[in-house]
């Protein structure tokens, strides 16, 4: 057996199921869930169209690197979405979902023994990868005091760090790189020879019309690196087009490492059923649903700011669509606990997404609430948490 299994971490949600296993929660109450940021709007019907109307694609082997109709239709959203980059198909790879290209890249592109280096709290995949991967993680604490986001002057030791893991809009804090953020990260990737790795799939889920999330290849391109070196960014179609279970995505990036990944992908096995690629590429093309998402994000937002004013910063994150919010007090797992068994509600303790850094998690003490469903169910859920803070904070 692979040793390696034992050292991954139980998932959070695993964690949650835990602590509230003996807990009954209130019957008088319809059970609502702020925990899993599963988007809950309705897919687009341009894509759920072109998913049926394909649906005979089943009946071939799809191919390692997708149609090139959709590496296309990625490469020029890209090209588009992030200017002045310049996205070509050799830079460009369909995978299933950013899971996959985040996991499996660490596999392919990654020697045993190095240092892969992420923010923390994070998604777990990065950890995941670099243990499965006989790598090391490197956590660097992302909260208020560096404004949730780390630099490249917090890494002590760039010496044996083979990757670093970026998320913007940050998972779970919504916070958004800047462009001489991205750059700083890219020069010191360029200077210590390691691979930048940038999670972007919450990307088209943000505030300001006028003011989307940069990405990396547009800051590497804004400083003339128009092939990417050492640079790979990560997206998906689950938020932004509402598509969770289409399993679709990218990688972008240096075409060197896409060349490298695409080798190993051919043995690994995740190439994408062509029903899910004429879906995508439907999925690409079209704005207006991504638009009206993202309206409704915003009203949830909106509504969040007045209803739990005392216990969020006066403005809303600017992207991604969670609630990173302090307890009372602190004790995130107690407080999740009360908000089952007297609200019926349920939301994950901050803790489960961090790690220890000399004794302090910087997730524990939050919780994190995911505005994922209806604006009437979205209405009642935070109503509910507001008054669960009043009630923690009076105990």
């Known amino acids: ?54 649906v005979l694609a089943v009946a071939h082997y799809p191919a390692t690197l997708g149609r090139e109709e959709l590496r296309q239709s990625i490469a020029d959203w890209a090209s588009r979405r992030f200017t002045p980059a310049q996205v070509t198909l050799e830079q460009t790879i369909p995978v299933t979902g950013t899971r996959e290209a985040l996991f499996a890249s660490i596999q392919a592109l990654i020697g045993e023994g190095q240092h892969i280096v992420m923010p923390n709290p994070f998604y777990q995949i990065y950890e995941g990868a670099a243990l499965m991967a006989g790598a090391t993680p490197v956590y660097l604490s992302a909260d208020a005091s560096n404004d949730f986001a780390p630099t490249p002057d917090d890494v002590a030791d760039f010496s044996q760090v083979g990757a670093v893991f970026l998320c913007t809009p940050g998972n779970p804090s919504g916070r958004v790189l800047s462009i001489e953020e991205l750059q700083a990260w890219i020069e010191a990737a360029q200077t210590h020879d390691f691979l930048l790795i940038s999670d972007e799939c919450y990307s088209e889920i943000y505030r300001d019309e006028d003011a989307p999330p940069p990405g990396l290849l547009q800051a590497a391109a804004a400083m003339g690196l128009n092939q990417f070196d050492r640079c790979i960014a990560v997206g998906s179609l689950s938020k932004r087009s509402n598509l969770p279970g289409l399993r679709s995505g990218y990688m972008i990036g240096d075409a060197q490492q896409m060349a490298r990944f695409a080798k190993y992908r051919t043995y690994h096995g995740c190439a994408m059923p062509g029903h899910h690629q004429s879906a995508s590429i439907a999925a690409w093309g079209d704005e207006q649903h991504v638009f009206e998402n993202r309206e409704l994000y915003r009203e949830k937002y909106a509504m969040a700011q007045q209803v739990l004013a005392k216990y969020l910063p006066p403005t809303p994150p600017q992207g991604g669509f969670y609630l990173w919010i302090e307890v009372p007090g602190g004790d995130d797992e107690g407080f999740v606990q009360y908000l089952l068994e007297r609200y019926n509600l349920r939301a994950l303790p901050g803790r489960y997404l961090g790690r220890d850094i000399d004794g302090q998690n910087p997730g524990a003490g939050r919780v994190r609430a995911a505005l994922v469903s209806s604006i009437d169910t979205t209405r009642e859920a935070i109503t509910r948490l507001r008054d669960a803070l009043d009630d923690w904070s009076s105990r």
């Open 1 to 54: 057996m692979n040793p390696r299994i034992d050292q991954l971490h139980p998932y959070p949600f695993e964690k949650l199921r835990k602590l509230v296993a003996e807990i009954t929660p209130n019957p008088e109450l319809t059970p609502l869930s702020l925990g899993i940021g599963e988007p809950q709007h309705a897919p687009p019907q341009v894509v759920l169209d072109a998913l049926t109307q394909d």
